[in-house]
């Protein structure tokens, strides 16, 4: 495992001799740029497993993504590898059905500090809520990106990340009430506390995410990349490319469905992934 071999993989040419925000908020960005969120191990009868070997040769030298256990603790290992000043931590999830937030702490995110600030690095929640570049940590700052104004609001000792969208504009009719498409303005993403977590503290939160009948990631083949003007996301045979229009106050989704046969074209296509075994989506 070396960093050359990662700065390659998601394009980032220049130097990282000066630990800056600049810096990190550059390759943050190269890497949801590069590398997708994807769970599709799981529809492909693969076990996914947190370490960090197999994680790099997966994403890194196979041309993989990932999900978050995987995508923010290779980024955590390459910004520590680098020396920056970097703390694991994990966060609850929130459920949209339930309204409320995950029993577990299924989400593994990065606190980087630099100069005294500290900043919430997240380069693998996917989809609509992937933020472009770290968060500074203050509560209640508006804080906007592509996506919308991101929000972390502290209450005793707990964060939450929350974010304020746009208005969905569906180009398929077909599509227009699909509970794919989120239609709330302001919601709430994950919630975490400050406080450090080692890799095996989430070993048997990655077991049940990829077991549980009742697991969203067993129920869902997800595959997103963030692109320069929003996004591109296949969600079991559901394809969408979402374009951002801040100016008009709408995110544009155009959205299809994809026959079994053409499901690793669009991929390779989209994605730039090679699958090694058969997808069940």
């Known amino acids: 495992m070396n960093l050359e071999e990662y700065f390659k993989r998601i394009g980032f040419h220049g130097s990282y001799e000066k630990l800056d925000l600049e810096t990190l908020k550059l390759i943050h960005k190269q890497h949801i740029m590069s590398i997708p969120f994807e769970n599709l191990s799981i529809h ?3 076990r996914i497993v947190m370490d960090l070997e197999v994680i790099f040769n997966k ?3 196979s041309g993989r993504g990932g999900w978050c256990l995987e995508n923010n603790f290779l980024f955590g290992w390459v910004l520590r590898e680098m020396g920056y000043n970097t703390t694991t931590l994990g966060s609850k999830v929130f459920n949209s059905i339930l309204n409320v937030f995950g029993p577990l702490e299924s989400h593994l995110i990065n606190k980087v500090v630099i100069d005294g600030k500290a900043y919430i690095a997240d380069v693998s929640f996917g989809v609509s809520s992937q933020v472009r570049e770290p968060l500074e940590l203050i509560s209640g700052k508006d804080q906007p990106q592509a996506a919308g104004v991101f929000r972390l609001i502290e209450n005793e000792d707990i964060w939450v990340l929350e974010k304020t969208g746009r208005k969905p504009e569906v180009v398929n009719p077909e599509f227009a009430k699909s ?15 400050l406080v450090p977590r080692e890799a095996d503290h989430f070993f048997d939160k990655s077991h049940t995410l990829q077991t549980d009948p009742s697991s969203l990631f067993t129920n869902k083949s997800i595959c997103s990349l963030q692109t320069p003007t929003g996004f591109r996301a296949l969600i079991g045979w559901t394809y969408s490319e979402v374009t951002y229009k801040p100016e008009e106050g709408v995110d544009v989704l155009d959205m299809r469905d994809i026959p079994d046969e053409e499901i690793e074209q669009i991929l390779m296509e989209k994605f730039n992934i090679k699958l090694q075994n058969k997808l069940k989506p």
């Open 179 to 193: 509970s794919l498409v989120n239609r709330k303005e302001t919601k709430q993403i994950y919630c975490f506390t």
């Open 44 to 46: 492909c009868g693969e």
């Open 59 to 61: 994403i890194v030298r």
